[in-house]
Structures are given as C-alpha cells and as structure tokens.
C-alpha cells in the first residue's frame, strides 16, 4: 500500500510536470472507485494545474477554482504517459495536459478522484487528518503535550492518522527504533528527551524512505520502488532473529492491534 513516503515520492515527480499546463482532456473509464468519481471531474478540460501538493497520502492539484483531490488507495500508481497510450485494464483514469497524460492504475479500486470548490482542508476525507510529520507542527513540546494522558502504546499512538498523518507501521517500527524507545511503552509515560527524540527520528525517518524513492524516480511516477529500496535496509522492520545493525541483538517481533512491531531489546527499553 502506498504510503506517505510513496506519495510524496511521486508529488515531487509529477509536480514539474504538471504545475503550469493546461488541462485539455479527461476520460473516466470506471467511476466506480473508492468513492465515485466527482462529476465535476469530467469538465475539468480548459482549467490550468497550478500547483501539486499533498495532504497526507492525499495529491492536491490545485486548478484555480477548486482541487482535484488524487489518493492511490492499495493498489494505485499515476503514470505519465503520452497522450493516447491504450488503457490496459485497470486504467481508471486519465488527465491529458497537451503533450502528456496522467493515468491513474488501480486494480483494487480502493483509490479516489474527486474534487472540491472549497479550501482542502475542508474536505471531509481531510478535515480530520493530523499533524504533517515533516512539518514544523510535528515538534516535541507538541509530542508531549499530546501524549499526555494517553495510556496507549506509543507504537499505536504514531500509527493513528488523527494525530499525525502517514506514519505508517514500518515507519513507527523504524522511528521508535532510532529514538531508542520499546513499542509498547505507554504513550503518556514517554519523557521530554524521549520526545526530542522521537520528533527526529519520525522525521529522519520519512526523509530517508523518500531519498530512496527519490533515486528510482524518472519518467514513471508511481508507487512501486520506493518500499523495495528503503525495506531492504531497515534497522528492525521484518528482520526478526536477525542481528541488531546496533547492538547485535536478536531483532524480535510482537503483535500490536493486529500488526508487527519490530524492536531490539536491548536497544529499546
Ligand atoms: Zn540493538
């Protein structure tokens, strides 16, 4: 499943390409996507992309008047392509910007085109999102503060979207690993040094995930890549049994809410 690294992965790719053109064509082969395809997104022809950013694992194309709101889902990736490519089967959508196409693949249908008139942030699908992981926002007196009062482990803490938006699980397994703290230490017990810490690695992190999508990233803009090249060096996550790169430590693997959490032992107390 893509995730915010990926995302922002292929934000950087497609916005030199698109930020300036002009829209002049849309096909909708499937509506039928997450949520069904905005209307409004098949009259989109005539509006300039003015600029590319991202919310979240949210894509912002900013059209003047209002944004057309892009989410990969589970399975989706945005090519660049030119304009005319035949559709293979599960190209859902495509926005044609004169000599060059953006083309939506998502087998699992689980992504999203829709768009909104009014400020993004308003959206429903964003309103409710947390603090952006690289941004200023994510600071550790915010850490702290927040974590107070709060009895659950400091991996599902990171993990929710509420507070803050696309850690995803390996990337808690990896950032708690670099602050030196156990996953299943209770949010509110974590101190103000352990906070400046944790502020660094989550950012340390996700810049690291993206550096490594960075590299693989040319004419194809996507998801896919990104995840191989940062997984296959990864302090703790899926290394269970394997030697702490750190310590030499057993990595060990427990299950929280569902998930797999990858610490050290002796590394995180
Ligand atoms: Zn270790």
Redesign the pocket.
Known sequence: MPELPEVEVTRRGLAPQLAGRKISGVAVRESRLRWPVSREVRRLAGRTVRAVSRRGKYLLLDCGDGHLILHLGMSGSLRLLPPGTPAQKHDHFDLVLGDRMLRLRDPRRFGAVLWTSAAPDAHPLLAGLGVEPLSPQLAPAWLHALTRGCRMPLKQFLMDARRIVGVGNIYASESLFRAGIHPRKRAQRVSREDCVKLAKAIKQTLRDAIRAGGSSLRDYVGADGVLGDFQSRTWVYAREGEP?R????AIKRIVQSGRSSFF?P??QR
């Not at 750190?246 to 430590?249: A, D, E, I, L, P």
């Open positions: 702490c750190r310590c030499g430590c050290c002796s590394c």
